[in-house]
Each structure stands twice: as structure tokens, then as C-alpha cells.
């Protein structure tokens, strides 16, 4: 398996532009998640969808981001505009959910490389 | 308000010594707890996991976590750190549907 896959890896843009990150999970995963690492603020969870649907959105920072699952194995994540604040690495990860919560394979997420964010 | 609290920023030691990283949740019930690495320039692995069972987890590359629930303790050791070793550790706690992560310890290890 090729793992969680992002891209780009980079992105360097220009304040205002919109810019568009992509995440394709592991086969099979059924929940997708969107992180932020700063030095600021360390890892932040911005949003995770459970077989496509958005389930907690309470990380996005404001309306400015958006995040889509149009099908199991595609995810975007959209700033529009962007600002310089919004320069980080972005993390997408993905899981298997199983409603056996017990079990021990539940729910370990495994992470992309990660796109970096520079708003200039 | 609840967190998931790494004390330790940054830990300076030399090779062969021993470690041990700090991590303290606030949550309550049951918890699912996770320690990730993060080597310079990559992204997040896992560790090891604790779900249930022997509070005592072994991970990989010789790590372990001690699980204390009296505490809300999940903290890492390992007994000899390597150089390779330097990179960046997470503590994270399950909750509802998602992890919640702790800020981060950077480890160096210095040859």
C-alpha cells in the first residue's frame, strides 16, 4: 500500500490567492482527518469525516477554509484567500473505524507526509 | 479545560542515556492513548498504543509507556537512546472520534 498520499508537497503562494491541498487515503479507511502543525500551536485537528461526511469541523479556523470528501478515497482542503497566518504543514491522515471499539486495530491513524504551506 | 499536557518542551540528553517524556491527559472515562514520532522532515509515526489491558506497552525501536489511571499518566521510555533516536514525540488521547494531541517534546540526542 502507497500510504496516505498528499499533494502537493510544497505550496508557495501569495496572500489572497486560493490555494487547494489534496489527500488521497489508505484503501479500505473509512475516516479521513486534516491537521495543522505550527510552531505556534503545535498539531491542530481541523476537520475528519467519517465514510465521506463531515463529523467535527470544530478546528477550521474560520470561513476562509473548507474542506470536501467528494468520494472514499479523495479529500480537499481549500483557503481562500489565504494569509501569511495560514503558513504551516498540513497533515492528512486516515483510519479504519470499526464500531467494535474495543479492538486494538481501532482507530490508529496513519499520516501522510504532509504539504508545506508558505503564504507569502 | 480538557488537554492532553507534554511538560517536557525540549530534551537535551547523550547517547546510551535513559528517557523518559511526560504526558498527562484530562480526560475522563475511558481513553485510548498514543504515542507518535516525528523524525525531522517526516511525517507522523506510530509508537505504540495503549487500548486495554497490561498498562505496561511496548512499542517499536525499544519504547515503552507505562499507563496509570490514578495519574492520567501515559509516559514514554526507553532505557538507552540512540542518536537516531532525535526527532520529535506526541502524546495523544482518543476521544470521541478523533486524537487529541499534546504540544509535542523535541528529543535530541547528541552523539
Known amino acids: 500500500d502507497a500510504g496516505v498520499i498528499q499533494s502537493p508537497r510544497h505550496e508557495v503562494t501569495e496572500m489572497g490567492q486560493e490555494v487547494t491541498l489534496r489527500c488521497k487515503p489508505i484503501?479500505?479507511?473509512?475516516?479521513l482527518f486534516w491537521y495543522r502543525q505550527t510552531m505556534m500551536r503545535g498539531l491542530e485537528l481541523l476537520i475528519y469525516?467519517?465514510?465521506?461526511?463531515?463529523?467535527?469541523d470544530s478546528g477550521m479556523p474560520e470561513d476562509r477554509f473548507s474542506a470536501k470528501m467528494p468520494n472514499a478515497s479523495f479529500s480537499t482542503l481549500k483557503i481562500q484567500p489565504s494569509e501569511p497566518r495560514d503558513s504551516a504543514v498540513y497533515f492528512c491522515?486516515?483510519?479504519?473505524?470499526?464500531?467494535?471499539?474495543?479492538?486494538?486495530?481501532?482507530?490508529?491513524?496513519?499520516f501522510g507526509p504532509g504539504t508545506r504551506l508558505t503564504v507569502l | 479545560a480538557q488537554s492532553v499536557s507534554q511538560h517536557n518542551h525540549h530534551v537535551i540528553l547523550s547517547e546510551a542515556a535513559s528517557l523518559e517524556l511526560g504526558c498527562n491527559y484530562s480526560y475522563g472515562g475511558t481513553v485510548n492513548l498514543f504515542w507518535y514520532v516525528q523524525y525531522p522532515g517526516q511525517h507522523l509515526q506510530l509508537l505504540l498504543k495503549?487500548?486495554?489491558?497490561?498498562?505496561l506497552v511496548k512499542g517499536i525501536k525499544g519504547f515503552e509507556a507505562e499507563f496509570i489511571k490514578s495519574k492520567f499518566s501515559f509516559n514514554l521510555r526507553k532505557p538507552s537512546v540512540q542518536w537516531s533516536d532525535t526527532a520529535e514525540y506526541f502524546c495523544?488521547?482518543?476521544?470521541?472520534?478523533?486524537?487529541?494531541f499534546g504540544q509535542g517534546t523535541e528529543l535530541s540526542v547528541k552523539p
Open positions: 495523544a488521547v482518543k476521544k470521541g472520534g478523533k486524537l487529541i
Open positions: 491522515a486516515s483510519s479504519l473505524l470499526s464500531i467494535l471499539a474495543s479492538t486494538s486495530s481501532y482507530n490508529e491513524q496513519f
Open positions: 495503549y487500548f486495554s489491558g497490561d498498562p
Open positions: 484503501s479500505g479507511h473509512n475516516s
Open positions: 469525516f467519517n465514510n465521506n461526511v463531515p463529523i467535527d
